[in-house]
């Protein structure tokens, strides 16, 4: 469940996940990630970031990660408006 706001060529999407994303990367765009409420694990390949409420995390481009949700999480993402979520 999205919302979406365009700012300067980026999209401010709210988000609201539980469960868990395929692994990805986008070549050409940063991702930034910003807990509302609940927590969002950001896995990479060496190590797993846990993001609580009030705590974000850029993912730079060409960086392979996934995203997961233990439970119900409000997030925020900044991406490029034109970055494909699925990955490139």
């Given amino acids: 469940n999205q919302t ?3 700012v300067n060529g980026s999209v401010v999407r709210i988000g609201i996940i539980q469960g868990e994303y395929h692994w990805h990367k986008h070549d050409h765009d ?5 807990v509302l409420d609940g927590q969002l694990l950001i896995d990479l ?4 970031v846990a993001l ?11 960086i392979l990660h ?3 949700a233990p439970e119900k999480t409000v997030i925020l993402m900044v991406e ?3 970055i494909q ?3 490139d």
């Fill in 52 to 62: 609580n409420p009030n705590q974000g995390m850029t993912i730079s481009k060409g």
């Fill in 80 to 82: 490029n408006s034109t």
């Fill in 30 to 34: 940063d991702e930034f990630f910003f």
């Fill in 4 to 6: 979406l706001t365009k």
């Fill in 85 to 87: 979520p699925t990955g």
């Fill in 66 to 68: 996934r995203t997961r």
């Fill in 45 to 48: 390949e060496d190590k797993t």
